[in-house]
C-alpha cells in the first residue's frame, strides 16, 4: 500500500503540475476556510454549501478542507495521489452540481454562470499527478526512497531517482 501511494520517479513534470496546482487551488480553499482573498470563511462557506446548493454538512466540510490542505499536501509533495484523488473528486462534484451547459469561463460576464473549463483542467492535472506521483522534490519521494522493500522489487528505482 505505501508504494501504491508514495511510488514516484525523478521526472521534474508533476513537479510543475504539483506547483501550478497547488497555486490555483490553494486561493479558493483559503477563501472558504479562513476568509482571505475575499471570501467568507468556514461558517459562510458552510452556510453556502447547505442552505444554497443543499449539500450535507459533513460533504461541504471535506470540500473545504480538501481545498485547503490538498494544494500544501501537493506543493510539499506529500501522498499526492490521494489528495490529486481527493481534488479530482472536488472538481467533477463542482460540474455535476453546478453545469449549466456553459463549457467557457465567464469572461465577459455574458452568462449566467461560470463554465467547466477551469474545473476540467483541474481533473486533468490531478490525472495526471495521480498516473505520476509526486516526481523531484517530494515528500512522497523521499520516503520511497527509504523503503528498501521497493529498492528491491524494483531494480531500476536505483537508475531513475539517484
Do not use: C
Amino acid at each position: 500500500m505505501k508504494t501504491l501511494i508514495f511510488k514516484t520517479n525523478k521526472s521534474l513534470a508533476p513537479v510543475l503540475l504539483r506547483l501550478f496546482m497547488a497555486i490555483v487551488i490553494f486561493p479558493h480553499g483559503a477563501q472558504k476556510l479562513a476568509g482571505w482573498f475575499g471570501g467568507f470563511g468556514l461558517q459562510g462557506s458552510m452556510k453556502y454549501f447547505t442552505e444554497t446548493a443543499g449539500l450535507p454538512a459533513p460533504v461541504g466540510f471535506l470540500v473545504i478542507m480538501i481545498e485547503f490542505f490538498g494544494p500544501i499536501a501537493l506543493l510539499a509533495g506529500f501522498a499526492t495521489r490521494l489528495w490529486s484523488i481527493a481534488l479530482g473528486v472536488v472538481m467533477a462534484g463542482v460540474i455535476l452540481t453546478n453545469f449549466t451547459g456553459y463549457f467557457f469561463m465567464n469572461w465577459f460576464d455574458n452568462q449566467k454562470t461560470e463554465g467547466m473549463e477551469f474545473f476540467l483542467l483541474a481533473i486533468g492535472m490531478a490525472a495526471s499527478l495521480v498516473y505520476s506521483g509526486a516526481g523531484r522534490f517530494s515528500v512522497d519521494a523521499f520516503i520511497i526512497s527509504k523503503s528498501s522493500n521497493y529498492k528491491k522489487q524494483n531494480p531500476l528505482y536505483q537508475t531513475a531517482i539517484e
